[in-house]
């Protein structure tokens, strides 16, 4: 049981960051190789606002979150909307320089040291076999209450229709009026504020060191591979599945023997995903999607 | 005709004398993580060259020669160490080397160091393969295999039989973990797990901990942000057991991330040198608080001074080379100690303390001496 919500703890992570990426590059057909970087901006806004100048803890992640957001919207202006329509390729390697440039950028602003928005030991409760704090609860339920408004806002209002019809068909919604320009520069905030809200996840958690990015967006690009491209929600579920089958492979006493290395536990987790692919090579939550 | 050979002679000796050649700088290499996880380590390291090598070019240099700095990133990985110890050896064509930093940039570079022929001195790295690492490799900080004696005499002497142990998966960590297992009896470590280099999250070994039965834990990470993340999981899951660990712990960054999970904590280290002497001061001065803590800019400091005297020493007499000056030293007054080296570079005089988090600092509470 604790293995779940350890995988709840760490899968709210994973799931924020691959949705915001997921987002992107479904909808644009971009990688954002940065995106790591932005959930680092959103992080470290949040720990100086609070840590620094002792700014209420609420306001603060808003403001990272909203920082974050701006971030990702001048970097669409300058790194991707330029080129993205010329070849899908092309922000590729632009997103890429921009995580080094943003690499160096943190490493100058914040310094090396480690920052931690929360540090010490959280408060716990224990019941049922588990324990847990109340501020992981907060975060995990968050984060859920967070993806189940990125879902009503999709599905259920005028503008989330607009989104999806430009992700339908890019052509076919700008002929019948809609501004599939703005479409994409709102998708691309969206998933700016979605890793900012992971990054601020990180720093609450644990801490936030500068170079985290990297392996953060590798770690979202394998869940929303494993997901389904374009499929937000197969994305989301699988960074939860990940996270899941990496605490379950060092976590169960297999077969009451032995437990696997945990060196392996990413190995494992990406070999069973690996293995569902060679099952359904379009993601695991393809057909559940809705089509056109 | 013999005349004129001769004033010929006279005229090149007076040339040579006085060519520019002589005046050329000498040229310091410097090896160490300077971007990526460990950038910390490599700026006190660098911001200590700089501090020395000002201090020294003020007071005349290399016999009048200017010392100029040639840094390179060593990334705290061999890949890099190596490209960067390439660079610096073939194209900077450099006098001596301070460096490289993490053990895993010290034994990348080495090789390309004894082609070359040029003295390295670590002011940090403790693997004990760099002991065998070359006859141009030096080090003045003391071998982890030495600390592991150490640290598995402390568990003896607190009684400790169950000891569980956390590795993250690194030159510095494997090498500790081979060290300290080899170091105590067969049944005495309880659990051993391996995590990837960069793991946060312990969630799921700390859960494992929960239902084992065990004296003492020793996270053996390679960051303090890491240990930090590793002893607020255990706490947040009520284990109380007391946690040891080496100098990685030793730094204040653990105790304002950790703050209250690392209370009671233990570290085997070598003492806090350099703390609340002059050194601290400037370098505080200078730079702001050191990232990972004075102990290491102190024996960078005794380093860079060594190597600059030694570069002295070789400049006066062309018979001496800063290898032979390094290996015939009989006593250095450091800030961290009288210290000298054996016969294979490794540092000898430097001994270790047990220190313990007290109230939201690092204090010592024993000397630890090392029989070798």
Redesign the interface.
């Known amino acids: 049981m604790?293995?779940v919500i350890?995988a709840f703890?760490?899968g709210s992570l994973a799931a924020l960051i691959a949705g915001g990426l997921a987002f992107v590059y479904g909808i644009l057909g971009v990688f954002n190789l940065a995106l790591g970087q932005i959930a680092l901006i959103g992080g470290y806004t949040t720990w100086w606002l609070y840590q620094v100048h002792s700014v209420p803890l609420p306001v603060s992640i808003i403001c990272g979150m909203a920082f974050g957001a701006l971030v990702s919207w001048l970097i669409f202006e300058v790194f991707i909307n330029p080129f993205y329509k010329r070849h899908r390729f092309l922000p590729l390697v632009t997103t890429i320089a921009l995580s080094m440039i943003l690499?160096?950028v943190i490493?100058m602003v914040f310094?090396?040291?480690?920052r931690?928005i929360l540090?010490?030991?959280?408060e716990?409760i224990?019941g049922f076999g588990i324990?847990i704090?109340p501020v992981q609860i907060v975060m995990i339920c968050t984060t859920l209450v967070f993806l189940f408004l990125l879902a009503y806002f999709l599905h259920s209002t005028s503008f989330g229709r607009k989104i999806r019809a430009v992700t339908q068909n890019d052509i076919a919604a700008s002929s019948l009026g809609i501004r599939s320009g703005l479409m994409h520069r709102i998708i691309f905030i969206i998933s700016g504020v979605l890793a900012a809200a992971g990054g601020i996840y990180i720093g609450i958690d644990?801490?936030l060191?500068?170079?985290?990015a990297f392996?953060l967006t590798i770690k979202a690009y394998a869940a929303i591979i494993a997901g389904g491209k374009g499929n937000i929600w197969g994305a989301i579920l699988c960074a939860y599945l990940i996270s899941l089958l990496?605490?379950f492979a060092?976590?169960v006493h297999w077969f009451g023997t032995f437990?696997i290395?945990?060196?392996y536990?990413?190995t494992v987790a990406l070999l069973v995903i690996i293995l569902f692919l060679l099952w359904k090579p379009n993601g695991l939550f393809v057909s559940s999607s809705r089509k056109a | 005709m013999k005349k004129l050979f001769s004033i010929g002679v006279v005229c090149a000796a007076v040339m040579a004398a006085c060519s520019p050649a002589s005046q050329e700088p000498v040229k310091i290499g410097y090896i160490g993580p300077l971007?990526?996880?460990f950038?910390?380590l490599g700026?006190d390291t660098l911001n200590t060259l700089e501090m020395v090598v000002e201090e020294r070019n003020a007071a005349g240099g290399v016999n009048g020669r200017e010392i100029v700095i040639v840094p390179a990133d060593g990334r705290c990985n061999g890949s890099d160490a190596a490209s960067a110890a390439q660079k610096i050896v073939n194209v900077d064509q450099v006098d001596v080397i301070f460096g490289g930093m993490c053990s895993g940039e010290t034994l990348a570079a080495a090789p390309i160091i004894e082609v070359g022929e040029i003295v390295a001195l670590s002011p940090i790295s403790s693997s004990p393969d760099v002991t065998d690492a070359g006859e141009y490799i030096f080090r003045n900080y003391p071998n982890d295999a030495l600390k592991s004696t150490a640290m598995a005499g402390y568990f003896a002497s607190e009684e400790y039989t169950k000891v569980a142990i956390?590795t993250e998966?690194t030159d510095f960590g494997s090498a500790f973990r081979d060290a300290i297992k080899a170091e105590l009896p067969e049944d005495v470590v309880v659990f051993d797990?391996?995590?990837?280099p960069?793991?946060?999250?312990f969630?799921?070994?700390v859960?494992?901990l929960k239902d084992l039965d065990f004296d003492v834990v020793f996270p053996n990470l390679q960051?303090?942000?890491n240990i930090?993340?590793f002893m607020?999981q255990l706490?947040?899951?009520?284990l109380e057991q007391p946690a040891v660990s080496h100098d990685v712990a030793d730094t204040a960054?653990l105790i304002?991330?950790?703050?209250?999970?690392v209370d009671g904590m233990r570290a085997i280290n070598v003492p806090s040198v350099g703390v609340g002497t002059e050194l601290e001061a400037k370098f505080i001065e200078k730079f702001g608080d050191p990232?990972m803590g004075i102990p290491f800019v102190s024996h960078s400091y005794d380093a860079v001074n060594l190597l600059i005297d030694a570069l002295i020493a070789a400049d006066l007499d062309e018979e001496l080379t800063v290898r032979d000056y390094l290996n015939d030293l009989e006593v250095y007054n450091g800030v961290v100690g009288d210290f000298s080296f054996d016969e294979n570079g490794d540092v000898v005089g430097i001994s270790y303390a047990l220190k313990e988090v007290k109230d939201g600092e690092w204090v010592t509470i024993a000397d630890i001496s090392i029989d070798q």
Do not use: F, M
């Open positions: 604790q293995l350890n703890i760490a690499d160096a490493l310094r090396e040291r480690p931690s540090p010490g030991v959280k716990q224990s324990t704090s644990t801490s060191t500068p170079v985290l392996s990496e605490q060092i976590g437990y290395s945990a060196g536990q990413q | 971007t990526g996880d950038s910390g700026s956390i998966n797990e391996v995590v990837e960069g793991t946060k999250d969630r799921t070994l859960t494992r960051t303090p942000a930090a993340a607020q706490r947040e899951q009520g960054e304002t991330i950790g703050l209250e999970a990232v």
